[in-house]
């Protein structure tokens, strides 16, 4: 099929300062098991920093992010059955894995044994560098696609790809989705929100976590929390001793573990999905029986139920919708917190 010398139009960063400018490149030609997605909308995720930026000294220049995309599917390869032209689809953080280690067959790809290979700034089966959603189509085996229910808005769907399915898939492994246990939401950014939102959604008992006093009424009367504490106040935290099931720590500055722990029940544990640096006493979770788990965006198998889950109960993400243009704007407005609570770009009708 001819779709290797289609141009393909992007917003790319040359070099550590992450400036994104536009860029045309070549995606791969459409193989048998693949899709070709005219992107519609791409979120704007933290870890576009981390890549435009090189925060880790990795990245291969050009770098195109974004791996909260969404959109149409244009072109399907011939073994491809479960998607057709015109679907509403989705990519998220991993665009391929092994398919064969224990994880890939349970439906865990992101955790896959050999690797999952990132949405961009990793080396793909065909030694390609893979390049993200800002941009005008993507090229993806059908795998790592995802169909967004028709009536689901796809700008809506973007944010769900990364923030989403990050906070959905440790509470289901946790079974933390049975009504009446309680929760606790550290940050209330891209993540932390959606973390509240389906803790309502589940049933739980929901308590959000944040230095900021600025955003109480939002986690209370926008989001539907139970209750709000300001974590620097020690009087608000001693009363909530020993109350939590379950926490999900989506902040990723440093800062401190064992008041966190002190709150939660016997055999609770806190859940990390943001990439902060972990400072902890052993005694926190000896006196006890609480654990530290971690977890990534999520696999397959989680992100298919997920995206069901949104559409059956109409959870939708808080968006600003931005053109292309701003997206440098925004990726400063990112980092200083200035957001409520997810970029999403209008990839179909600003990037020409």
């Not at 030694?127 to 809506?156: M, N, Q, W």
Request: glycine share 10%; aromatic share 8%; proline share 4%.
């Amino acid at each position: 099929m001819g779709s290797a010398k289609e141009d393909c139009l992007g917003y790319a960063a040359r070099d550590p300062s992450g400036v994104l400018s536009p860029f045309h490149f070549s995606r791969r030609a459409v193989g048998v098991d693949d899709i070709s997605i005219s992107i519609t909308h791409c979120g704007v995720c933290c870890t576009e920093v981390v890549w435009t930026r090189n925060k880790y000294g990795d990245v291969k220049y050009p770098v195109v992010p974004g791996h909260e995309i969404v959109g149409l599917v244009k072109e399907v390869g011939s073994n491809v059955k479960g998607f057709k032209v015109g679907d509403h689809v989705g990519v998220g953080t991993y665009v391929n894995s092994c398919r064969d280690c224990e994880y890939c067959n349970d439906g865990f790809e992101v955790y896959c044994s050999k690797g999952a290979v990132f949405t961009c700034n990793h080396v793909d089966v065909d030694g390609t560098i893979t390049r993200g959603g800002f941009s005008t189509y993507v090229v993806v085996h059908e795998r790592y696609c995802f169909k967004i229910p028709k009536d689901y808005p796809l700008a809506s769907a973007a944010p769900l790809l990364c923030a989403g399915i990050t906070v959905y898939s440790p509470m289901v492994r946790h079974k933390m989705n049975q009504p009446g246990k309680s929760l606790g939401v550290i940050g209330l950014g891209g993540l932390g929100h959606m973390a509240v939102k389906f803790g309502k959604a589940f049933g739980l008992n929901v308590t959000v976590f944040s230095t900021s006093i600025s955003k109480k009424e939002e986690a209370l009367n926008l989001l539907g929390a139970d209750k709000f504490v300001l974590s620097t106040n020690q009087q608000e935290m001693l009363e909530v001793s020993k109350s939590l099931d379950f926490i999900i720590d989506t902040a990723s500055g440093a800062h401190p573990f064992d008041p966190y722990m002190s709150l939660l029940k016997t055999g609770g544990v806190l859940v990390l999905v943001g990439a902060s640096e972990v400072k902890l006493s052993p005694i926190s979770l000896l006196l006890g029986m609480k654990s530290i788990s971690g977890s990534a965006s999520g696999g397959t198998k989680d992100t298919k139920e997920m995206l069901e889950f949104c559409a059956a109960k109409k959870i939708y993400p808080e968006i600003e919708i931005i053109p292309i243009q701003y997206v440098n704007e925004a990726i400063e407005r990112l980092i200083k917190s200035d957001i409520k609570y997810r970029f999403v770009i209008d990839i179909k009708n600003s990037l020409k």
